[in-house]
């Protein structure tokens, strides 16, 4: 990942939900709507700026938060309030979509 989406993972996941807001997408590498995806999300931590923490997990390396937050398909956004899943997305959406949810919890 580059730009404002942090990459995470079980290790460090909870201490980067903890406080504050934060957008967690989760998705598969190997899958080609995925790949585009980072791009609409690059554009929602743009836009957020550093209200929002936008992180990103990847499935496969980390299958455990996966289950844990029950993600069935990817993307799957979920927003993060304070360390507890408070919404959440399902599929890719316009920026917009993210953006509008996030700032709903502001």
């Known amino acids: 990942?580059?730009?404002n989406i942090i990459q995470t993972d079980?290790?460090?996941?909870?201490?980067r939900i903890e406080e504050g807001i934060a957008l967690v997408y989760f998705y598969d590498h190997m899958d080609i709507q995925c790949r585009g995806f980072e791009?609409?999300?690059e554009e929602v931590a743009s836009e957020l700026g550093e209200d929002v923490r936008v992180l990103s997990v990847d499935i496969?390396?980390?299958?455990e938060l996966a289950?844990?937050?029950d993600v069935q398909t990817v993307?799957?956004?979920?927003?993060?309030?304070?360390?507890?899943a408070v919404d959440g997305a399902?599929?890719?959406n316009l920026p917009s979509v993210y953006c509008d949810m996030a700032?709903?919890?502001m």
């Open 1 to 3: 990942m580059e730009g």
């Open 10 to 15: 079980t290790f460090d996941f909870e201490d």
């Open 39 to 41: 791009y609409i999300m």
């Open 60 to 63: 496969e390396q980390s299958p």
């Open 67 to 69: 289950y844990r937050y």
């Open 75 to 84: 993307p799957y956004v979920l927003l993060f309030k304070n360390g507890t």
């Open 90 to 92: 399902e599929g890719a």
């Open 103 to 105: 700032e709903s919890y």
